[in-house]
């Protein structure tokens, strides 16, 4: 509703409070009049005098009743149209003050809000400590780390069951209770598993038969140490792949060829091999007591017994057994590298008493896998 229509109504109720007030003068006079007292001139006189008064004066009370209704209505009337008047104005107020910008109220300083801040007071008694719920304990790493060197997933490759001969590698996983999965002398096999995408624990490669073997399956177990995968490679003829495609996994290990291992046929064979670092976990766990000071000449027909290391820098390698018990970083047989996950064996399994090297063959598994488990997750490898 806009001003003119307020307008209109105010006008209207002034006229509406007008004659209110007019009917009100008109009822109060009549009221007067009924009060005026009577002159008797006799008793008919009087009685008839007083009957008119009586009937003029209920006239006027009914009138008078009749006006005060119509005051009642009519003041009705005006307090309901005041109310629409006043509803319009407070109407069209609010949608003026809805069209103004909404005020910002004013942000206290950082000082104020400071000020305004409430202040705790510090706890008067110390607050009382709850224990923690009671967790059981975890079990000891070494108790982890065994039960998941036990369920270790092994790839297992061994040229000598290609001849018919005694496995030593198998028969020491075995003797240790372990699951594997055994390609044999089978390379295509063997091929196939490395390039499966498999998640091998421990890949093993005994290549001790007189065969040669191709370099590529050295290019396909650095792949699995750099994966994380422990390793135990056994190779007799490495001076044939040193500058080849075993380069990379030497030079990273921190070995390099030393020396043809040669023997001739017309010399007394010397094959011991020493611990040249006697007190390392490798030859006490889990087995104690072995030794490769005792050899059988297994391979009495071929003077080339295998190869001698020496270490390099740039990688972890430690010389862990050689020919030479005084020399601690050459003419070495046995070593170990990539934290513990790498060993690299250049003596022939076979040239050694069976009780010593299978024990010597499932250390050296344990060993490697504990590494594996222990700092795969950590290595750079």
């Known amino acids: 509703m806009d001003n003119a229509t307020g307008q209109s109504h105010l006008a209207r109720l002034g006229i509406l409070k007008t004659s209110i007030f007019i009917a009100v003068i008109f009822t109060l006079g009549g009221s007067a009049a009924c009060q005026i007292p009577l002159i008797s001139t006799g008793s008919d006189a009087s009685y008839q005098a007083t009957k008119a008064a009586l009937d003029v004066q209920a006239t006027l009370l009914a009138q008078q009743a009749t006006n005060q209704a ?3 209505n009519l003041g009705a009337e005006a307090t309901r149209m005041a109310q629409e008047v006043q509803a319009t104005v407070l109407a069209q107020q609010a949608t003026d003050m809805a069209a103004l910008p909404t005020p910002v109220a004013a942000q206290p300083t950082p000082q104020e809000a400071v000020a305004a801040s409430p202040t705790t007071e510090a706890p008067t008694s110390a607050p009382t400590s709850v224990p923690p719920p009671t967790q059981e304990p975890p079990p000891p790493l070494e108790e982890n780390v065994d039960a998941q060197i036990k369920a270790a997933r092994i790839l297992l490759y061994e040229d000598m069951s290609g001849r018919g001969e005694l496995r030593l590698v198998k028969e020491a996983l075995d003797m240790a209770g372990y699951s594997y999965t055994d390609d044999g002398s089978a390379q295509g096999w063997f091929k196939d598993h490395l390039l499966s995408g498999e998640d091998w624990d421990l890949v093993i490669y005994s290549s001790e038969t007189r065969k040669r073997a191709t370099g590529e399956y050295f290019v396909y177990l650095f792949d699995q140490i750099k994966k994380g995968a422990a390793v135990i490679i056994e190779i007799w003829n490495l001076d044939e792949f040193e500058f080849g495609k075993i380069a990379p996994l030497l030079a ?6 030393h020396k043809d291992w040669f023997i001739p046929i017309t010399s007394p064979p010397v094959l011991s091999v020493w611990w040249l670092v ?9 087995n104690e007591g072995m030794t490769l000071r005792n050899y059988t000449n297994f ?3 071929d003077p080339d017994k295998g190869d001698l290391l020496k270490l390099t820098a740039g990688g972890d390698a430690t010389m862990l057994a050689g020919i030479k018990a005084e020399e601690k970083s050459s003419y070495g047989t046995l070593a170990t590298c990539f934290q513990g996950r790498v060993i690299i064996q250049t003596h022939s399994t076979h040239e050694y008493r069976r009780e010593d ?4 063959w499932e250390n050296m598994i344990y060993y490697v896998l504990k590494n594996h488990f222990l700092t795969a997750p950590k290595s750079g490898y």
């Not at 006697?278 to 889990?286: L, R, Y």
């Not at 090297?357 to 010597?360: E, G, L, N, V, W």
Request: hydrophobic share 40%.
């Open 299 to 301: 391979w009495w027909d």
């Open 252 to 257: 990273s290990c921190g070995v390099e060829l």
């Open 278 to 286: 006697p007190e390392h976990p490798v030859f006490h766990e889990p």
């Open 70 to 72: 119509q005051a009642v």
């Open 357 to 360: 090297i299978t024990q010597m």
